[in-house]
């Protein structure tokens, strides 16, 4: 069996440190100090591995929607028919690895970074394009060519109950977020029904 070296082991150190220093400070306005000192490294060594507080907080955003990923796949695995995979996949945007404090606040700041960079613009697009692809493909037995502008309004429904979120104090209630998504949904279908 191979041995696991230190740099993928600091590596996610700094990852973990990074996302739990936004959570804390809210901001983007942490230095790479800061982030080596809780992960337990030097800030020198966090430089080596990242370059820059960018590229770590980029690494910290592809860690984030890795693990989306992994719950988004791991949601739909389980369910049967469109119905059920679009409610799959709302149910993960708000689970509890995904909607808690440390990673609202991190997309807090992803959105913002996406503004000035490119990395982070690119990187969103891909996100944004994926859940849009993934509620697009099951509304459409649903709702038909109406799927792509019912998708868009639940995109901007999940995007504001994040920001919501970030900017109130207190515990992430997933289940009302999906609730609410959910409840949205049921609207949107019976719209095209009707």
């Known amino acids: 069996m191979p041995k696991l070296g230190m740099e993928p082991i600091r590596r996610a150190a700094l990852v973990e440190a990074t996302i739990a220093e936004i ?3 809210g901001t983007l306005d942490v230095t790479v100090s800061q982030i080596a000192r809780r992960a337990g ?3 020198a060594l966090a430089h080596h591995y990242f370059g820059g507080k960018e590229q770590i907080f980029l690494a910290a955003m592809r860690h984030v929607l890795t693990v989306y990923g992994a719950d988004v796949r791991a949601a739909l695995s389980r369910a049967t028919g469109p119905r059920a995979r679009l409610e799959a996949v709302i149910r993960a945007g708000f689970g509890t690895s995904n909607f808690r404090p440390e990673v609202i606040a991190a997309w807090l700041n992803f959105y913002a970074l ?3 960079s490119a990395d982070a613009a ?3 697009r891909v996100y944004q394009r994926r859940l849009h ?3 697009c493909h099951d509304l459409a037995p649903l709702a038909g060519d109406r799927a792509p502008a019912i998708a868009e309004r639940l995109e901007g429904l999940i995007d504001g109950l994040y920001l919501r979120q970030g900017l109130r104090r207190g515990t992430p209630d997933g289940e009302a977020a999906s609730a609410h998504v959910l409840f949205a ?6 719209a095209v029904q009707s």
């Open 23 to 25: 959570g804390l400070q």
């Open 41 to 43: 490294m030097s800030s």
């Open 114 to 116: 996406a503004r000035t």
């Open 122 to 124: 690119r990187l969103l």
């Open 133 to 135: 692809s993934n509620l």
């Open 185 to 190: 949904l049921e609207l949107e279908l019976r």
